[in-house]
């Protein structure tokens, strides 16, 4: 128990009250060891449930008399019970896209990365898409050459698939490879512009060497989603479902019964809605709309102001859906040199890092979340990227003082400088960070900071909580595996 509070992942357990307690069960659990979560009462051996909600906590003795002939009963034989996690912060469709697609996060260099293509490749119609996420360049066990920056050079992807258009996300997602029929079909050349807050990677003759960051992304993504736009509803409907069913068993099968979505469209969570509404949603789910420049993965400020009318839904079909969220970026990811920072990275002293939304653009957009009572999640990883987040929060509190439970939240807040560290508490921000970070993050964050920048204030959950803030945790699955007790365990011991 002590580990999972340090670990600082929320539980739900819902307990009724006995005096209204119906008179039979619909489901009984005896002989168990059961972890209550009540201090009082740490373990039980049996419990009962009527319409999917817990009645009862106790002994065997006291459970059978909640039973009758349609009661189901299961022997647990001493089996552990524990309430189910809640998923902090990952992506459930991209996990669910993870899933269906070939998964990279156990690759340990380029050429295996080649292989998987090429096995997928092979069945693959001609034209089709391949996609793939997963890799990280850091933790290959060789450095691939030619390279640029540690990224690989795209020709040996392009010949194994020259049919075949090819995009293969980084793990943390705020990077992706293109093999040559990609980016043909993005019509990448030597021309093409880096967008606001992103970087395509090109070699001494200006040709892209397959590698694009943060919004330069946008480029690939639009071609990949004019290809999918010509499959049939009948064909994508069924991938939805196919891909949800398969997210929803991963997530189950770890212990994670409730599920918090750092990002959907508008026609994502209408599709959650319905499904929930209609007994369809196997986990719960709690969902941020998206804001950003890229329409094929969220929306713009206007369709926002129009799309969060109505908003926030909470608890439809049965309390297993919910949206009240509004999720923004203000920089990316470490690894892929994209965490906005205060001074230069160690390792690329001519850089701090990527903007990659205007902050008057975010401060619109918490602006409208303020207006309409909604949370603001704003992605935040390096210690400039945090310390501007905090400063726009702190002027619109400043000028909504009638709010006083916004509960707006910095996604990561992975990187500070110390002395933002107690702002989270006195603004009453909350931190949704990920433990599996620290550890994972391990082979490059001296690497990309300096030792000193680096414990400061890296991952600083500890100095977090010491001074009052709220702080949250999870696995940002798809960019880790699913696993809240991996995650836990590197939280609480900074180790693999």
Known sequence: ??????????????????????????LVLLNGNILTMDTANARAEALA???????????ND???????????????????????????????????????????????????????????????????????????QEKWTDTPEPNLDGYPFHHSLSAVSPDNPVVLRHASGHALFANEAAMKAAGISPETADPKGGHILRDSDGQAI????????????????????????????????????????????????????????????????????????????????????????????????????????????????????????????LGSFGAWLLEPYADKPDFVGQNTTELEDVEKVAELAADRDLQLCVHAIGDRGNRETLDLYERVFREHPEQTDLRWRIEHAQHLD??????????????????????????????????????????????????GAVVSNGTDTPVEDVDPFACLYASVTRRR
């Open 49 to 59: 449930i009527v319409d999917d909600r817990i009645i009862f906590v106790g002994s």
């Open 62 to 136: 006291e459970v059978a008399k909640l039973q009758d002939d349609d009661t189901r009963v299961i022997d647990l034989q001493g089996r552990f019970v524990m309430p189910g996690l809640i998923e902090g912060h990952g992506h459930f469709w991209s996990l669910a896209e993870l899933l269906l697609n070939i998964n990279l996060l156990q690759t340990t260099s380029w050429q295996e990365v080649i292989e998987a293509v090429e096995a997928a490749v092979a069945e693959a119609e001609p034209g089709q898409w391949v996609e793939g996420r997963g890799w990280h």
């Open 210 to 333: 397959g590698v694009f960051e943060e919004t330069a992304m946008v480029y690939l993504n639009e071609a990949l989603e004019k290809y999918k736009a010509s499959l049939s509803d009948k064909e994508e409907m069924q991938q939805w479902r196919n891909g949800i069913d398969l997210a929803s068993q991963e997530c189950l099968r770890k212990g994670i019964t409730s599920f918090q979505d750092a990002g959907s469209t508008f026609e994502q969570i209408d599709r959650y809605q319905r499904m929930a509404k209609k007994g369809q949603l196997d986990l719960r789910l709690w969902a941020m709309v998206r804001f950003t420049s890229d329409p094929a993965k969220g929306h713009s400020y206007d369709e926002l102001v129009k799309g969060t009318r109505g908003y926030p839904i909470m608890g439809a079909g049965n309390g297993f859906f919910t949206a009240r969220a509004i999720k923004a970026d203000v920089d990316g990811a």
């Open 418 to 467: 110390p002395a933002d560290i107690p702002r989270f508490h006195e603004l009453g921000v909350i931190a949704a960070m990920q433990g599996i970070h620290c550890t994972s993050d391990a082979p490059f964050v001296v690497k990309r900071l300096g030792e000193e920048r680096a414990r400061a204030g890296a991952y600083a959950w500890r100095s977090l909580l010491d001074q």
């Open 1 to 26: 128990m002590r580990i999972l509070l340090l670990g600082s992942l929320l539980f739900l357990l819902s307990m009724g009250c006995r005096d209204s307690r119906p008179e039979f069960a619909d």
